[in-house]
């Protein structure tokens, strides 16, 4: 039924008499009940344990009346839902088949918060008419007299709601179905063994009630007849059913002679499976003392084992003492690694400074660079003054010549003047003496063909003159343009002694960066080494772990975990004795390679301070150009 909220106004009364009805009863908290707590299905639990405690019993009221009204509604609708469900059962049990289309509850209704009353209406109707209709009714009859008359109605209502609900159907233990006194007003006949007591107490009701039954006449007369055209059609469907029944019992006859032949073929098979059950039991007996001689051998078995697990503990037990050793210089050893590495860091904070120097050496690079720039042009300007030093030479040599052929002329001149001075000295005499001119006239004649021209003596010395000052300008052009050459011939060999530093540079920047990457490698392998350092400690601790396990929880024979066991332990034996002699060799391989790239750092070092003076060189050099080589 859906909710309608002025049903739900109008039957909120009879909700209300109910609910009263309830705070007579003797239960836990039974004055307490509210709509509230109604809609957690605790309650009815409650009334259905009064009905019957044997069927409703003390564990499945607990679990129902855990729920409270602050619980989720979805769980509060699985327990009414659970309520209906034992009910419904309660009810076959008893022989009444009920008829749950007539009560058709919405529990998500009752269960939420804001549902309307229809639901709560239904169930309290369902509870209250199993009550009074139940064979333990005398508990709830004998507290009906004491109520007001709307608790009354209400209570009578809901007995004549359920009693339509139900169908006999030929139980064994039925409820007696409400009957007409001569009022025709519906009677409780409860089917107890005290009836005069419940008669009276069902005619108190009905007295009580005398007053709604002219209001309930019309619709019982229509409820009558339409109950006896259900009866013309039961009695039509219990004669078609008889038919049935006559063919149902000839069928029947057939499976009975089938079914004792069957029991004649199970009469045999029951035979042959006694004979069968002897042979088992002699196959059993033989089996129980095979096993009793299993059990001996067990016994002496695992005391064997449980001797030699022993050893083999005590064996174990040194072992883990001598990993533990291992362990130990593991980590001295890796104390050492530690060392190195920071040894290592030392050594590339070094390398960072070689770096610098060479960063420094780099731009001494482009300084050499436009060196060599202005180098090659100087070696045309060379080149030019070695062609223009071959010509003065050859100019020089000429002149040498012409010089000393002049020397030879001036020789030759001094001679003849000499000769000619001796010849004057005597003309001078023989002049002097006043007869030498007259005795010799050919003397003056002589003298004046011997005597040179003063013009032609002249025009020698002139000449010899210009020779000399040609001769001084050659020499000093010779010795500047020579004093150029020495400067350009130094400015070569420093030139050559800086491109042979470059070189050098060049080949110590590749080998620090060769060690630079050899360092790096060592660092991975380095790593390498520390990341299987620990998983062979892992490794070996869950060996032993794993060994002590199995030797505990083993489930296979003794000769076959003695043999694992034995396997298992030779070949992690073997396994870390081979990991411990290739952790060996790389440690020293390490070792050595580590000490190696120390010393090669240090004399890498000590090279790279010498391209020092190469730069220093290089600015001597740029600070010496800025003035001019030769005028």
Same mark, same amino acid.
């Not at 003797?26 to 809609?39: C, G, M, T």
């Given at each position: 039924?859906?909710?309608?909220?002025?049903?739900?106004?109008?039957?909120?009364?009879?909700?209300?008499?109910?609910?009263?009805?309830?705070?007579?009863?003797?239960?836990?908290?039974?004055?307490?009940?509210?709509?509230?707590?109604?809609?957690?299905?605790?309650?009815?639990?409650?009334?259905?344990?009064?009905?019957?405690?044997?069927?409703?019993?003390?564990?499945?009221? &607990?679990?129902?009346?855990?729920?409270?009204?602050?619980?989720?509604?979805?769980?509060?609708?699985?327990?009414?839902?659970?309520?209906?469900?034992?009910?419904?059962?309660?009810?076959?049990?008893?022989?009444?088949?009920?008829?749950?289309?007539?009560?058709?509850?919405?529990?998500?209704?009752?269960?939420?918060?804001?549902?309307?009353?229809?639901?709560?209406?239904?169930?309290?109707?369902?509870?209250?008419?199993?009550?009074?209709?139940?064979?333990?009714?005398?508990?709830?009859?004998?507290?009906?007299?004491?109520?007001?008359?709307?608790?009354?109605?209400?209570?009578?209502?809901?007995?004549?709601?359920?009693?339509?609900?139900?169908?006999?159907?030929?139980?064994?233990?039925?409820?007696?179905?409400?009957?007409?006194?001569?009022?025709?007003?519906? =009677?409780?006949?409860?089917?107890?063994?005290?009836?005069?007591?419940?008669?009276?107490?069902?005619?108190?009701?009905?007295?009580?009630?005398?007053?709604?039954?002219?209001?309930?006449?019309?619709?019982?007369?229509?409820?009558?007849? =339409?109950?006896?055209?259900?009866?013309?059609?039961?009695?039509?469907?219990?004669?078609?059913?008889?038919?049935?029944?006559?063919?149902?019992?000839?069928?029947?006859?057939?499976?009975?002679?089938?079914?004792?032949?069957?029991?004649?073929?199970?009469?045999? &098979?029951?035979?042959?499976?006694?004979?069968?059950?002897?042979?088992?039991?002699?196959?059993?007996?033989?089996?129980?003392?095979?096993?009793?001689?299993?059990?001996?051998?067990?016994?002496?078995?695992?005391?064997?084992?449980?001797?030699?697990?022993?050893?083999?503990?005590?064996?174990?037990?040194?072992?883990?003492?001598?990993?533990?050793?291992?362990?130990?210089?593991?980590?001295?050893?890796?104390?050492?690694?530690?060392?190195?590495?920071?040894?290592?860091?030392?050594?590339?904070?070094?390398?960072?400074?070689?770096?610098?120097?060479?960063?420094?050496?780099?731009?001494?690079?482009?300084?050499?660079?436009?060196?060599?720039?202005?180098?090659?042009?100087?070696?045309?300007?060379?080149?030019?003054?070695?062609?223009?030093?071959?010509?003065?030479?050859?100019?020089?040599?000429?002149?040498?010549?012409?010089?000393?052929?002049?020397?030879?002329?001036?020789?030759?001149?001094?001679?003849?003047?000499?000769?000619?001075?001796?010849?004057?000295?005597?003309?001078?005499?023989?002049?002097?003496?006043?007869?030498?001119?007259?005795?010799?006239?050919?003397?003056?004649?002589?003298?004046?063909?011997?005597?040179?021209?003063?013009?032609?003596?002249?025009?020698?010395?002139?000449?010899?003159?210009?020779?000399?000052?040609?001769?001084?300008?050659?020499?000093?052009?010779?010795?500047?343009?020579?004093?150029?050459?020495?400067?350009?011939?130094?400015?070569?060999?420093?030139?050559?002694?800086?491109?042979?530093?470059?070189?050098?540079?060049?080949?110590?920047?590749?080998?620090?960066?060769?060690?630079?990457?050899?360092?790096?490698?060592?660092?991975?392998?380095?790593?390498?080494?520390?990341?299987?350092?620990?998983?062979?400690?892992?490794?070996?601790?869950? &060996?032993?772990?794993?060994?002590?396990?199995?030797?505990?929880?083993?489930?296979?024979?003794?000769?076959?975990?003695?043999?694992?066991?034995? =396997?298992?332990?030779?070949?992690?034996?073997?396994?870390?004795?081979?990991?411990?002699?290739?952790?060996?060799?790389?440690?020293?391989?390490?070792?050595?390679? &580590?000490?190696?790239?120390?010393?090669?750092?240090?004399?890498?070092?000590?090279?790279?301070?010498?391209?020092?003076?190469?730069?220093?060189?290089?600015?001597?050099?740029?600070?010496?150009?800025?003035?001019?080589?030769?005028?």
């Amino acid at each position: 039924m859906a909710s309608d909220p002025e049903w739900d106004s109008t039957h909120l009364e009879e909700v209300n008499a109910l609910l009263c009805w309830i705070h007579s009863l003797s239960f836990p908290n039974a004055e307490e009940v509210d709509i509230k707590s109604l809609r957690c299905g605790g309650p009815f639990a409650s009334i259905l344990r009064i009905v019957d405690c044997n069927f409703f019993d003390d564990e499945w009221v &607990a679990q129902i009346g855990k729920y409270n009204e602050d619980s989720n509604w979805r769980l509060k609708e699985t327990s009414l839902r659970k309520v209906y469900k034992r009910l419904d059962e309660y009810l076959r049990e008893t022989g009444w088949d009920f008829n749950p289309e007539k009560w058709n509850i919405n529990f998500e209704q009752i269960a939420r918060p804001e549902g309307g009353l229809n639901g709560i209406l239904h169930l309290l109707q369902l509870t209250v008419g199993v009550a009074f209709l139940s064979p333990n009714n005398s508990i709830f009859v004998a507290n009906v007299n004491g109520l007001s008359s709307p608790v009354q109605h209400a209570i009578r209502n809901a007995t004549v709601e359920v009693q339509k609900c139900f169908r006999d159907i030929q139980s064994p233990k039925p409820l007696t179905p409400l009957t007409d006194h001569d009022d025709s007003i519906p =009677s409780l006949s409860l089917s107890t063994p005290n009836h005069s007591t419940n008669h009276s107490v069902a005619h108190n009701i009905n007295h009580s009630f005398h007053y709604e039954s002219e209001e309930k006449m019309k619709s019982l007369s229509e409820e009558l007849d =339409s109950m006896k055209g259900q009866i013309e059609e039961k009695d039509e469907a219990m004669r078609r059913m008889e038919r049935k029944m006559g063919e149902l019992q000839e069928k029947k006859t057939e499976e009975m002679r089938d079914l004792k032949q069957k029991l004649l073929d199970r009469e045999n &098979a029951y035979s042959e499976l006694e004979y069968e059950k002897t042979v088992a039991n002699e196959e059993s007996r033989r089996l129980k003392d095979e096993i009793g001689e299993l059990r001996t051998r067990l016994s002496e078995s695992t005391r064997v084992e449980e001797d030699r697990f022993r050893r083999e503990k005590s064996d174990l037990a040194d072992e883990v003492l001598h990993l533990r050793e291992k362990n130990e210089q593991l980590e001295n050893r890796m104390r050492d690694y530690k060392e190195m590495m920071n040894q290592l860091k030392i050594e590339e904070q070094k390398n960072m400074a070689y770096r610098e120097q060479l960063s420094e050496l780099e731009s001494g690079k482009e300084t050499v660079k436009n060196m060599k720039q202005n180098i090659g042009g100087l070696q045309l300007t060379l080149e030019e003054n070695h062609r223009e030093i071959e010509l003065l030479k050859a100019e020089r040599d000429q002149a040498v010549s012409d010089r000393l052929e002049l020397s030879e002329k001036l020789s030759v001149i001094e001679d003849e003047k000499r000769q000619l001075n001796v010849n004057l000295r005597r003309v001078q005499e023989q002049w002097s003496n006043g007869n030498g001119l007259e005795r010799k006239p050919s003397l003056v004649e002589e003298l004046a063909c011997v005597v040179p021209d003063s013009r032609y003596i002249d025009d020698l010395k002139r000449e010899l003159k210009a020779v000399k000052d040609h001769n001084v300008e050659l020499e000093s052009r010779v010795s500047r343009f020579s004093g150029a050459e020495e400067e350009v011939r130094e400015l070569m060999s420093k030139c050559a002694e800086m491109t042979n530093g470059a070189m050098k540079m060049k080949k110590d920047q590749k080998e620090v960066e060769e060690k630079d990457l050899r360092i790096r490698e060592l660092t991975v392998a380095l790593d390498r080494m520390k990341v299987q350092h620990e998983q062979e400690t892992r490794l070996m601790t869950s &060996a032993v772990y794993e060994m002590g396990r199995q030797r505990l929880s083993s489930g296979l024979s003794p000769s076959d975990q003695s043999s694992t066991e034995r =396997s298992g332990t030779s070949s992690s034996r073997s396994f870390f004795r081979r990991q411990t002699q290739d952790n060996a060799f790389n440690l020293s391989v390490f070792h050595s390679l &580590a000490w190696l790239m120390i010393a090669l750092l240090v004399v890498v070092g000590v090279v790279l301070c010498q391209p020092l003076s190469i730069s220093d060189a290089l600015i001597h050099y740029t600070n010496r150009r800025q003035a001019p080589l030769y005028v």
